[in-house]
C-alpha cells in the first residue's frame, strides 16, 4: 500500500484498499463509513453507534455484599491468593460480559463495466473538509466519487460523476455480514455475487423512489432493531428496479443518499429512516455538500497548528480533531474503543467503552484543541452510568453514591466486566470519568453546567468515602487493583488485588478536592454540602510516595512489578491527566516520575499505541519536548496503520487522540492556575511555528501563539 500524502490536511493513497485498516473513515458521531475505493464494486463499511448486542441487564453479583467483608479480611491478611480466587466467584458480573458493540453492515456499489484496466487512481481523505474523494479512469472516461457524512442531514451522501456524459452503469446493494466481494472484478465476472452480503439481515425490499431497505436485529435478549436505508438519485440514463435493487444505466451523474436508526433512539426506526431519505434527497449534491463543510468547519476551523518542516506531526494533530468530530458529536453516544469505525460482530474487549483508562483518553483533545461540545456524549453518557451505578454501589459493596467497574457499555451497564483479575475488580471508573465535569467547568467557567452536572460527581466522591475502609492511619480502597498490573510479594507469589492502590489514592484526591472547589463555586448550602467530610477523608488518604527505584510507587507497598514495562502507568495519573504532580509544588515528584517513565521505557513500556500517546502527554508535562517528540514520532512511525488508526494492537482510536492531546500540551499547559507557552517545545519544532484557537483553563482562549528560534514572537489569549 503507498499512501503518497502531500499535504498537512489530507491522506492520500495511489491504490484501492486492500484490507479494513487501508481503508478512509468518514462520519458524523452516529453514522460513519469505511471507504475502500474498490475500482469494480466500491465497498463502504457502515457503522451506526447504537448497534449493540442484546439490551440492558441487571449484572450485579448477588453474593458481592455478602463476601465482601471476608475478601477484605484476606487481603488484610496477606492471603491474596484466596482474595483473588473468592473476587472471582462473588463480584463478579452476572453474566460475565456486558454487551458488545456491532457493525451495521456494508454499502456495495457495483459498477457494471465489464474492463479491467484502470489508471490514475487517487483515494484522499481531505481532513479539512470532511470528504472522502475517489478517481480512477477507465477506457479514457475519469470517474469520480465523493462522500461525506452529513451531521446537519445525518444522512451519508455518495456522488458519483463521470466526465462523458451516459457512463455511469451500476446498482447499489445493502448487506450484513460479510465483507469484500468475493471476487476482485467488476460485478458481470464475478463466478460468486454477493457472497454472505446478508447472513446477518431480516430482510431487505425496495420501496418506492428507489430505496432499498434493510432491516435487522441485534441478537441477544432485547437487541435493537435496526434500519438502514439507501436511495438512488440518478442524473440522466434510464433506472429499472428488479427485485430489491435499483440499476442505473447510462447515467450522466448519480446521487446516493444512506441514513439508519435504531430503537435505542426511535420508536419506528424503519419510519425514522425513510423520512430522512425523502428530507435530504429535497437538497442537491452541492447544498448537501456545502451544508456538511459549513458545520464540520465551525469546529474543524476554531484551531491551526504550523510548525516549519513538521507536515506529519500536523497532519496527525488536526486528524485527531477529524476522527474526535466524526466519532463525538451531540445526541451521538461517546467514542468507544473504536472511535465508531468497527466491522466485526464480536470485536476486541468488544468495542466498548473501556473507562481505566481509553475512554478518558479519547477526550483529552476534547477541551485544549476546543471541541467541547464533541465531549457532551460522554457527560450525557455518564447519566445512564450514574443511574445503573446508585443501583452497582448499593447492591454490590453497600455504599451510597454511583461507581462504575472498568468497563460500561451502550446501557450504562456499571457491574463488573469479565474475569479479567488485573482488572475486573477496580471501582474507579465512575470517579475518573466524573472529573470530565470538572475539567468542562475549568476549561469554560459555565457554571450552569456546572450546577446541572456537578451532582454525578457528588455521587462519585460519596461511593469513595462510603467505600474506604481503615488502614492504620489512613483510609484506603479495599479490594482494588493497579490497573493491569501484577505485582510479586517477597515470598515471590504474584498478585494483583490489593489495598490503596496509588493510582486510587490520585483519582480520590483529585476528586474530593474538585467537589470542594465546586461547591465553594456554587454556594452550596451546607446542608447539601459534602466539603466538611471530604476534608477529613482527603486528610487520611496516604501520600504519593517515593520507592526503592526513585520511582512513584505503585501500590501502598513497594513491590516490585510482574512487568517493569507494562502499558498502563496507572502511578503517575497525579502527573497526567491529573495535577498533583508539579514543577512548583512537588518538584521531587517530578523527578521521581521521570525516573517512572525511564524505567517503564527501559523495559520496554509504551508498546501499545495508547500508552506510547500517554508518554507523550506526561513527558509534556515534565518539560521533557525533545523526549515528548521522540515517543510522537515513535508512534506515528511505528503504532499507527496505513490509514494513520492507532495500532494497539489491534486498532484502538485512543492513540489518535492522547496524541492530538499531547501535541497541544507541548505547546501550551494551564493546569496550575498559570498559563505557561512553549512548556515542552522540542529543538525540532524551535525554527518557526504558529498555533491559534486552542483553550485553556480559566475560560479562556490562545488566538495566537508564534515563535521563531524559539523564542515568543507573538502571543494573544482572551
Known amino acids: 500500500m503507498s499512501r503518497i500524502d502531500s499535504s498537512a490536511d489530507t491522506i492520500i493513497f495511489d491504490q484501492p484498499a486492500k484490507t479494513w485498516e487501508e481503508a478512509l473513515p468518514v462520519g458524523n458521531g452516529r453514522l460513519g463509513g469505511m471507504v475502500f ?70 454499502l456495495y456499489i457495483e459498477f457494471e463495466e465489464e474492463s479491467l484496466e484502470y489508471s490514475n487512481y487517487r483515494r484522499e481523505l481531505n481532513i479539512s473538509t470532511a470528504v472522502v474523494t475517489t478517481e480512477l479512469t477507465r477506457e479514457g472516461v475519469q470517474f469520480t466519487r465523493e462522500v461525506i457524512t452529513s451531521y446537519p442531514q445525518n444522512v451519508m451522501a455518495i456522488h458519483l460523476t463521470a466526465d462523458q456524459p451516459g457512463k455511469l452503469n451500476f446498482h447499489a446493494q445493502l448487506g450484513r455480514s460479510g465483507g469484500k466481494p468475493w471476487e476482485e472484478l467488476p460485478y458481470k465476472r464475478q463466478v460468486v455475487r454477493r457472497q454472505c452480503y446478508n447472513a446477518c439481515s431480516d430482510s431487505i425490499t425496495a420501496k418506492p423512489g428507489n430505496v432499498q431497505l434493510m432491516l435487522a436485529t441485534a441478537g441477544g435478549n432485547g437487541g435493537v432493531k435496526i434500519a438502514c436505508g439507501v436511495k438512488v438519485i440518478p442524473f440522466g440514463g434510464r433506472t429499472e428496479v428488479i427485485g430489491n435493487t435499483t440499476r442505473v444505466f447510462e447515467a450522466d451523474e448519480a446521487l446516493l443518499l444512506l441514513a439508519a436508526d435504531t430503537s435505542f433512539r426511535e420508536a419506528d426506526p424503519e419510519s425514522s429512516v425513510l423520512a430522512r431519505l425523502e428530507n435530504a434527497s429535497a437538497k442537491s449534491w452541492e447544498e448537501l455538500k456545502q451544508e456538511h463543510i459549513a458545520d464540520y468547519k465551525n469546529l474543524y476551523d476554531r484551531v491551526s497548528l504550523k510548525i516549519d518542516g513538521q507536515e506529519e506531526i500536523e497532519r496527525f494533530f488536526q486528524y485527531g480533531r477529524y476522527l474526535l468530530i466524526a466519532s463525538s458529536r451531540p445526541g451521538s453516544l461517546p467514542s468507544n474503543l473504536q472511535g465508531i469505525w468497527n466491522q466485526d460482530l464480536l470485536p476486541m474487549w468488544g468495542s466498548k467503552f473501556t473507562i481505566n483508562i481509553n475512554t478518558e483518553m479519547n477526550y483529552w483533545p476534547a477541551l485544549v484543541t476546543n471541541l467541547a461540545e464533541c465531549q457532551e456524549p460522554l457527560i450525557t453518557h455518564l447519566d445512564r452510568i450514574r443511574e445503573n451505578g446508585r443501583v452497582t454501589a448499593q447492591k454490590m459493596y453497600g455504599c451510597g453514591g454511583f461507581m462504575a467497574h472498568h468497563n460500561t457499555d451502550i446501557w450504562g451497564d456499571t457491574a463488573p466486566q469479565d474475569i479479567c483479575m488485573s482488572a475486573t475488580f477496580w471501582v474507579m471508573g465512575g470517579a475518573w470519568l466524573s472529573l470530565h465535569i470538572w475539567e468542562q467547568y475549568l476549561f469554560t467557567k459555565d457554571l450552569s453546567f456546572l450546577r446541572e452536572k456537578y451532582p454525578i460527581m457528588r455521587d462519585a466522591a460519596i461511593f469513595l468515602m462510603d467505600y474506604l475502609v481503615e488502614d492504620g492511619e489512613y483510609l484506603v480502597t479495599c479490594p482494588t487493583l493497579s490497573p493491569e498490573n501484577t505485582y510479586i510479594l517477597p515470598n515471590g507469589e504474584k498478585g494483583v488485588i490489593c489495598k490503596g492502590a496509588s493510582m486510587d489514592n490520585q483519582i480520590i484526591t483529585e476528586l474530593l478536592s474538585a467537589c470542594i472547589f465546586a461547591e465553594k463555586a456554587l454556594a452550596t448550602e451546607p446542608s447539601d454540602s459534602i466539603s466538611k467530610r471530604a476534608e477529613d477523608v482527603l486528610s487520611r488518604i496516604a501520600p504519593i510516595r517515593i520507592g526503592k527505584h526513585g520511582q512513584i510507587m505503585e501500590w501502598n507497598e513497594d513491590y516490585d512489578e510482574e512487568e517493569p514495562g507494562h502499558r498502563h502507568i496507572s502511578q503517575l495519573f497525579a502527573l497526567y491527566p491529573g495535577s498533583q504532580i508539579s514543577e512548583s509544588k512537588t518538584p521531587e515528584l517530578m523527578e521521581a516520575a521521570r525516573a517512572t517513565i525511564r524505567r517503564r521505557l527501559s523495559f520496554g513500556g509504551g508498546h501499545s499505541g495508547w500508552s506510547r500517546a500517554w508518554i507523550i502527554n506526561m513527558y509534556a508535562r515534565l518539560g521533557e519536548g525533545d523526549l515528548a517528540l521522540e515517543n510522537l514520532n515513535k508512534l506515528i512511525s511505528e503504532q499507527t496503520l496505513p490509514n494513520l488508526f492507532d495500532n494497539h494492537p489491534p486498532f484502538q482510536i485512543d492513540g489518535n487522540f492522547g496524541a492530538a492531546s499531547g501535541i497541544a500540551e507541548m505547546l501550551v499547559q494551564s493546569h496550575e492556575d498559570e498559563i505557561k507557552l512553549l512548556p515542552a517545545l522540542p529543538e525540532a519544532w524551535k525554527k518557526h511555528g504558529r498555533v491559534e484557537g486552542l483553550r485553556l483553563r480559566g475560560g479562556k482562549i490562545l488566538k495566537v501563539l508564534e515563535w521563531e528560534c524559539g523564542e515568543i514572537k507573538n502571543f494573544k489569549v482572551e
Not at 454487551?99 to 456494508?106: A, V
Open 37 to 106: 475505493g474498490l475500482p469494480y464494486s466500491e465497498r463502504i463499511q457502515l457503522n451506526e453507534d447504537s448497534v449493540w448486542y442484546g439490551g440492558p441487564q441487571d449484572r450485579n453479583n448477588p453474593s458481592a455484599l455478602e463476601k465482601l467483608p471476608q475478601i477484605r479480611r484476606l487481603i488484610f491478611e496477606g492471603r491474596i491468593r484466596e482474595a483473588e480466587e473468592l473476587c472471582s466467584f462473588a463480584l463478579c458480573g452476572i453474566p460475565e460480559e456486558q454487551r458488545h458493540y456491532e457493525p451495521l453492515g456494508n
